[in-house]
């Protein structure tokens, strides 16, 4: 009988070991199945930013809206663009003395600007530039081809040098110059690189809003996810407007930000179609949704 009982209890004991043994393989299989789970998982998630790097902001320095209630208005166009390789500002409005105003409320410093676009010579646009390069000389200055000789002067007079590209040009990491033409002078745009998509910011948009967004895409060989600026649309019908918009939207234009010469009535319908994807442009930071980082810095 105490026999018996002995060898019932030493099968008891081995079915035990066998049977943590074989949890513990399960559990072990468990864990490596997790960690090969993350693994993919997180190969699959897009990369962070490069440490260091900044997201891109947008501030505009001139406009004829406002996002700010301490900054002035006035008609004409300049934006700062901080977050890429170098710190550019584009366009620099009618009005010097608002210009420099502007940039003092929003604490904007002249000295940490590396590059000046002028994207087409014409006075609201340029004007403040002297004024600027008045504070701040040490800048490379991007002119079009067909600045006239006497934007010309007035910048060299002031010690700032010059480049004016013939062609679409890479002016920093990730930030390109496209051009087209209008009447037989030279429109620049500004086209920054994003991990969202291209960002394409126009002066006026003489030549086309719709003719920049093709140069930029055809530039870059990728989608845009926002446009902003002038649209140059003044006196144009609805059904005009309308046909634009769908052409935007045919190229797969995600956001739209028109601003300074597009008018009130287009600016009105651009909202009504896209909605919450219509990005507010206007004298001080734009609110744009999400971050965007520089796409060659990740």
């Not at 962070?48 to 406002?66: C, E, F, H, M």
Request: aromatic share 6%; with cysteine.
């Amino acid at each position: 009988m105490a026999r018996t009982i002995h060898n019932l209890f030493c099968r008891a004991r081995v079915i035990i070991l066998v049977a943590e043994v074989l949890t513990g393989c399960l559990l072990t299989a468990g864990c490596a199945n997790g960690h090969r789970q993350a693994e993919v998982a997180t190969a699959n998630q897009p990369a962070g930013p490069k440490a260091g790097s900044r997201a891109i902001q947008i501030t505009v320095l001139y406009d004829n809206y406002t996002l700010s209630e301490r900054c002035r208005t006035g008609w004409g166009f300049s934006c700062i663009i901080t977050g890429t390789e170098k710190c550019i500002l584009f366009d620099t409005g009618a009005n010097a003395d608002l210009l420099l105003e502007n940039m003092d409320k929003l604490q904007v410093r002249a000295q940490d600007v590396n590059l000046v676009v002028i994207s087409h010579d014409h006075p609201d646009h340029t004007v403040g530039l002297y004024s600027f390069l008045g504070r701040h000389s040490n800048a490379l200055v991007y002119l079009p081809s067909t600045a006239s000789a006497k934007l010309v002067q007035g910048v060299e007079s002031r010690g700032a040098k010059i480049q004016m590209p013939d062609n679409a040009l890479q002016i920093c990491e990730g930030v390109h110059l496209t051009d087209s033409t209008f009447k037989g002078n030279v429109e620049q745009s500004l086209v920054l690189d994003t991990t969202e998509g291209l960002v394409v910011v126009t002066g006026c948009a003489h030549p086309g809003i719709v003719e920049i967004v093709k140069k930029a895409k055809q530039t870059l060989n990728k989608d845009v996810y926002l446009v902003l600026g002038g649209f140059h649309l003044l006196g144009l019908s609805d059904s005009q407007i309308q046909r634009i918009i769908q052409q935007l939207r045919d190229l797969g234009v995600r956001k739209v930000g028109p601003s300074h010469c597009t008018g009130e009535r287009p600016i009105e319908l651009f909202k009504q179609e896209y909605r919450e994807d219509f990005v507010p442009i206007g004298v001080g930071r734009i609110g744009i949704p999400g971050k965007l980082w520089p796409a060659t810095m990740h």
